[in-house]
């Protein structure tokens, strides 16, 4: 699961950083990189095991992300 996330998690910087380098700071690139790795990894985490009852804990994982991505970003 995880390095399709942190692949994932890459694109999703990397293409942030490109796009808008001078709109998104540091901490908001940390931000977007650790909501795409726990999509992901949720994500690939369903097709596994074949159902949907992980999507559950994406609402959670979210907030947290969100809070790991501020902190990375300092």
Known sequence: YSL???FASLLAMVGTR???KDQVSLI???VIGAFFFNV????VAALVLGGT??????PFLIVVSAAAGCVTGL
């Open 28 to 30: 908001g690139i940390s």
């Open 40 to 43: 992901t990894q949720v994500c």
């Open 4 to 6: 399709t996330a942190s």
């Open 18 to 20: 490109a796009l808008l």
């Open 53 to 58: 009852a992980v999507f559950a804990y994406l």
